[in-house]
Nanobody
């Protein structure tokens, strides 16, 4: 199983980015996708998750109203649309996948991508 994250980069405060994460070797039909991030010197933290089937989403309070997670199972891809970015959003963003229900715990996720760096300048 491989998860390949992309879409990171340098953006000014107030700008936007869309991250993508494509899976290979994984049946995504019953998978919950998650996005996490890790800023320098900090622990990895939950950002957003989206379940399978009748999809439900969950977000960290810090990104609610600014970030949107979505999935395209035909493409085996999950997206994270990030709007109104601030320097506090600067981090390496990781996609992750797990079977069954949603979770915000890093330990619940079985598969991880390699991370993509998002840098927001002030």
């Amino acid at each position: 199983v491989q998860l390949q994250a992309s879409g990171g980069g340098l953006v000014q405060a107030g700008g936007f980015l869309r991250l993508s994460c494509a899976a290979s070797g994984l049946t995504v039909l019953y998978v919950t996708w998650g996005w996490f991030r890790q800023a320098p010197g900090k622990e990895r933290e939950f950002v957003a998750a989206i379940t399978w089937g009748v999809t439900s989403t969950s977000y960290a309070d810090s990104v609610k109203g600014r970030f949107t997670i979505s999935r395209d199972d035909a493409k085996k891809t999950v997206y994270l649309q990030m709007m109104n970015l601030s320097p506090e959003d600067t981090a390496v963003y990781y996609c992750a996948a797990k079977r069954a229900g949603s979770s915000s715990a890093t330990t619940a996720y079985e598969y991880w991508g390699q991370g993509t760096l998002v840098t927001v300048s002030s």
